[in-house]
């Protein structure tokens, strides 16, 4: 009769192949930590950092500008709902859609064109069109903007979440725009002059 061994010997893996299997492991790790939770959309430019945003001047802004040598010709100037600002000698300048440095460049042309020799222009946002926020907070409506400001200091603002708000995402709807866009509701996620902000309700 034939020897039948009670065992076979455990043949472990090549060490190449557990280093292999290490690699892939942390990978994969290491993506499910960066990348965005399931069923959440990439929150494109919600989710800049400060340093990335250029802020676009919008109906509702006031201004505050300096012609150097000038005290006449500055002031404190709203950008009216046609995007424009009425201002002394030049009479009405486009502001919607410009960053600040854009509109003083447009500003210093407009008074070299017949009124000043190398004019010296600056130009300050002193009050910001407001924002809104909606939904489960404790007091949804309008608030002034701050300079900054992120999704969580939007929700303090309007005295935090209810206890049915889904507290890890909301919804924003920038100016404009014809859809609201998921975004996380952490301290990067910034919020935008006029940008419209939903918290929902969590489901569980």
């Excluded at 557990?18 to 069923?39: E, F, I, R």
């Excluded at 919600?46 to 340093?51: G, I, L």
């Excluded at 210093?108 to 009124?115: C, S, V």
């Excluded at 200091?153 to 014809?178: K, L």
């Amino acid at each position: 009769m034939a020897h039948i061994p009670l065992y076979r010997p455990v043949e472990w893996p090549s060490a190449r192949a557990l280093c292999l299997l290490v690699s892939l492991c942390a990978g994969s790790l290491a993506a499910c930590a960066n990348g965005p939770p399931p069923g959440m959309a990439s929150a494109g430019p919600q989710a800049s950092s400060a340093a990335d945003y250029v802020y676009k001047l919008d109906a509702g802004d006031k201004v505050q500008v300096i012609v150097f040598g000038e005290m006449d010709l500055g002031g404190e100037y709203v950008v009216d709902g046609s995007g424009y600002v009425r201002l002394p000698l030049i009479g009405q300048l486009q502001a919607a859609g410009l960053a600040l440095n854009e509109f003083e460049a447009s500003m210093k042309a407009a008074l070299e064109n017949g009124y000043l020799r190398n004019a010296r222009v600056s130009v300050e946002v002193i009050n910001y069109r407001p924002f809104y926020i909606l939904g489960q907070v404790n007091r949804p409506g309008e608030y002034p903007y701050v300079n900054g400001m992120s999704v969580l200091n939007a929700v303090a603002v309007a005295g935090g979440y209810t206890y049915r708000a889904n507290e890890s995402a909301v919804y924003i709807r920038r100016r404009g725009a014809s859809a609201e866009r998921l975004a996380p509701a952490n301290q990067v996620t910034r919020v935008q002059p006029g940008d419209i902000i939903t918290v929902r309700e969590r489901f569980f």
